[in-house]
C-alpha cells in the first residue's frame, strides 16, 4: 500500500540521479540528494500556483487536537472574469502519505489537477496532513516532541479531514467534491463508514483507492510490513518517520539485504510500472518529496497490510486494545456501511502494485449493495501509483473523467 509510498518516494530518490533505474546510490541512497535542497520558504501558493497566472490565498485550520494544518485556495481559473454572483463548486484534493499538498502540482500546469479543476470553474482547496512541512505546528507540542508524532491514521479520520472539511463548508456553504490519492482514499472511505463527512460530501473521487492490502505482493514491500511492526517500532520508538534521516535510510538498506528482496529496481518493485512520467517532474518530486510522517501511521499502515482487515489501530496486546477500544481487538472500519447513494468515482491501474487489483476487488465487492448510478469504476490498464498524479496524460486518461463525475453531480 502506501506505507510503500515512503518507499515510492525512496526508489524515486535512488534514481533520481541515474539515467536508469540502477542503485548506483547503494550506499548513499538519497541522502545526497537532499543535501542541497531547501523547502520553498514562500509556501506552495508562491512556488506552484501564483507563478502560473492563478490566485491562490495560504490558509490554515487547527484540528480538535491541537495540530495546525496549512490549506491552499485556488478561487478561481486563470484570468477568469468572475461572476460575483455564481456559486462556485468546492473541491478538497487530498494527497497520500509520505508526500503534500505540492504533489500534485509538479506537473505544468495544464497538466496539474489542481489546476485543471481551477480552469474547469471549481473552486480548489489543497489539504496538507499532519506532520508534512507546512503543516507542523501544533497549538502546544513541538515537532521534536514524541507526543507530537502519537497518531496514526485513524487520526487523520478522526481530527485532520473533519477539521479540512468543516472550514471548507464554513467558507463556501456548499456542499464539497472530493478528490483522494492512496491513503487520501484510505481516510476518506475509513470516514465515510462510520457517517463523518458525509453530511457536507457532495461526491468523491477515489485514485488509486487504498483499503485492503493484503495482496500487495512486492517482496519489498511484504518485508517492510512484516519489519515494521516488529523492528521498527524498537528501532525508532513512535516518533517521526521521517523519510529523509539516517535511521529510516539504515532501516531500508537493511530491508534490501534480506534474500529474495530485489533493489535494483526499486521504482518498478514497489509502486508498479509507472508508464507515463516525465523525469522533469520526478526531478521536482525529488525537491519536494518525501516529508515526513509518524511512525506510528507507518504502523498501522502495516497492519493493514499484514491483517488484511481496515481496522483501528493495534495495539498487538490485548489490555492495550481494552484500554483503548473496550475489546481485545480494535474496531474495524466496515465499508459495507458507506451511504449507498454517495456518489463515488474510483479510478486504479492495472500496474500498480501498492493498490494492486486483488485489493481493488475486495473493496468494490465490500461497495457491492453500492446504488449502481452512483458508483463509477474506472480501470486503467497501463497505469501505476504515481500515475495517477504524475502521468503527463493523466489529464486526458483520469481527470476529464472525473471533471465529467462531478458535473454530472450537479446537473442531477
Ligand atoms: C515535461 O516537463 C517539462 C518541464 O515542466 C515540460 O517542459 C515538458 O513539456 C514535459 N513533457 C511532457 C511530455 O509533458
Ligand atoms: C498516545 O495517545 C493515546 C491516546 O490516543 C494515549 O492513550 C497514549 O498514552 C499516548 N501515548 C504516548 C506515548 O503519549
Ligand atoms: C459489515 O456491514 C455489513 C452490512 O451492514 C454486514 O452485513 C457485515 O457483516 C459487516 N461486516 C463485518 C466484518 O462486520
Given amino acids: 500500500m502506501d506505507f510503500l509510498s515512503s518507499f515510492f518516494s525512496i526508489c524515486l530518490l535512488v534514481i533520481a540521479g541515474e539515467p536508469h533505474p540502477s542503485l548506483a546510490s547503494r550506499t548513499g541512497f538519497f541522502r545526497h540528494k537532499y543535501a542541497d535542497v531547501e523547502p520553498p520558504p514562500d509556501g506552495i501558493c508562491a512556488s ?7 490566485k491562490c490565498q495560504e490558509l490554515q485550520v487547527t484540528t480538535k487536537d491541537g495540530y495546525i494544518l496549512s490549506l491552499q485556495r485556488i478561487p478561481e481559473g486563470r484570468n477568469e472574469v468572475r461572476d460575483k454572483g455564481s456559486k462556485k463548486q468546492p473541491v478538497i484534493i487530498q494527497h497520500g502519505v509520505l508526500v503534500d499538498g505540492m504533489t500534485w502540482l509538479l506537473n505544468p500546469p495544464e497538466q496539474s489537477l489542481p489546476l485543471i479543476l481551477a480552469d474547469n470553474g471549481f473552486d480548489v482547496w489543497i489539504a496538507n496532513t499532519r506532520g508534512t512541512r507546512y503543516s507542523r505546528r501544533h497549538t502546544s507540542l513541538d515537532p521534536s516532541s514524541p507526543d507530537f508524532w502519537n497518531w496514526s491514521w485513524d487520526e487523520l479520520v478522526s481530527y485532520d479531514l473533519p477539521a479540512v472539511f468543516g472550514y471548507v463548508f464554513s467558507q463556501t456553504g456548499q456542499k464539497i467534491n472530493y478528490v483522494g490519492h492512496s491513503q487520501g482514499t484510505l481516510i476518506a472511505l475509513a470516514s465515510f463508514s462510520v457517517g463523518n463527512l458525509v453530511n457536507q460530501l457532495k461526491s468523491a473521487a477515489l485514485l488509486s483507492p487504498i483499503a485492503y492490502l493484503s495482496h500487495m505482493n512486492t517482496a519489498l514491500g511484504v518485508v517492510a510490513a512484516k519489519s515494521f511492526v516488529g523492528e521498527i517500532t524498537t528501532l525508532f520508538g513512535l516518533t517521526e518517520f521521517d523519510p529523509r534521516g539516517l535511521p529510516v535510510n539504515a532501516f531500508v538498506k537493511s530491508l534490501c539485504a534480506y534474500p529474495g528482496v530485489d533493489c535494483y529496481d526499486l521504482l518498478t518493485a514497489l509502486t508498479g510500472k509507472n508508464c507515463c512520467l516525465n523525469s522533469s517532474t520526478v526531478d521536482l518530486f525529488l525537491k519536494n518529496e518525501p516529508q515526513p510522517t509518524s511512525t506510528k501511521n507507518m504502523v498501522h499502515l502495516a497492519q493493514t497490510v499484514r491483517h488484511g482487515v481496515l481496522a483501528k489501530f493495534n495495539y498487538e496486546r490485548p489490555d492495550y486494545n ?13 465499508l459495507s456501511n458507506i451511504p449507498h447513494d454517495l456518489p463515488l468515482f474510483v479510478s486504479y491501474g492495472g500496474r500498480d502494485a501498492l493498490s494492486d487489483v486483488l485489493d481493488v476487488g ?4 465490500a461497495l457491492k449493495f453500492h446504488d449502481v448510478d452512483k458508483l463509477s469504476v474506472q480501470f486503467i490498464k497501463d497505469y501505476a501509483h504515481a500515475d495517477y498524479i504524475m502521468g503527463v496524460n493523466a489529464k486526458d486518461i483520469v481527470y476529464n ?9 450537479f446537473d442531477a
Fill in 48 to 54: 506552484s500556483v501564483i507563478v502560473h497566472g492563478y
Fill in 322 to 334: 481494552i484500554m483503548h477500544y473496550g475489546e481485545a481487538f480494535p474496531p474495524l472500519y466496515n
Fill in 362 to 365: 475486495n473493496l468494490l465487492d
Fill in 401 to 409: 473523467d472525473v471533471l465529467a463525475f462531478f458535473k454530472h453531480q
